[in-house]
């Protein structure tokens, strides 16, 4: 049974940093396709950036250049490194295991979800 724990989230004023882990239960971060979505209040849950098997990473424009993807597989933890933060990135953030999201990161690929950590830009 996948089990996936994010932590992390608070909140920061515009330009600040913040990083997001997600625990993960055992062989979880090597087996599965891993990504971070977010869902700000009213919105749909998007994509923002994954991390494949061979640590491949993919990240959407919005976030692209301010927001790293990381793992440790021998920690079971997935990372979301967040840079230069911007109100716009006021969400829900969860992590999510899945066999593949290639370049779309849609939610419809995700087969285990994390039960969120709350990230607020002020």
């Known amino acids: 049974h996948v089990q996936l724990v994010e932590s992390g989230g608070g909140s920061v004023h515009a330009g600040g940093s913040l990083t997001l882990s997600c625990a993960a239960s055992?062989?979880?971060?090597?087996?599965?396709?891993m990504a971070w979505f977010r869902q700000a209040p009213g919105k749909e849950r998007e994509g923002i950036a994954t991390i494949d098997g061979n640590a491949v990473t993919t990240y959407k424009d919005s976030v692209k250049g301010r927001f790293t993807i990381s793992k440790d597989n021998n920690k079971n933890t997935l990372y979301l490194q967040m840079n230069n933060l911007k109100p716009e990135d006021t969400a829900m953030y969860y992590c999510?295991?899945?066999?593949?999201?290639?370049?779309?990161?849609?939610?419809?690929?995700?087969?285990?979800w994390g039960q969120g950590t709350q990230v607020t830009v002020s």
């Open positions: 999510a295991a899945g066999y593949y999201f290639g370049l779309a990161i849609s939610p419809t690929q995700a087969h285990y």
């Open positions: 055992p062989y979880t971060i090597r087996t599965y396709a």
